[in-house]
């Protein structure tokens, strides 16, 4: 099991894909994730999130469940 400490470690080497339609939202949460990973890639709805996810190859996705375009 990992500690706080060594989770942030393991975070900083990895690329998320973070999809989220609602605004204030999105700048909220992707500032704190920005800080705590390698690489943050944003998309706005489903569609530009499943292009981003086939270009880039994140290691993990964080997305809302309802989606606009898809």
Excluded at 25 to 43: E, F, G, M, N, P
Aim: hydrophobic content about 40%; charged content about 35%; proline content about 4%.
């Amino acid at each position: 099991m990992l500690y706080n400490s060594e989770l942030i470690r393991e975070l900083r080497d990895i690329t998320v894909l973070y999809v989220e339609d609602e605004p204030d939202v999105k700048a909220a949460l992707s500032s704190i994730i920005r800080r705590r990973t390698k690489k943050l890639i944003i998309a706005d709805n489903g569609k530009d999130g499943l292009d981003k996810f086939l270009l880039e190859k994140p290691d993990l996705i964080i997305t809302d469940i309802k989606m606009p375009y898809m």
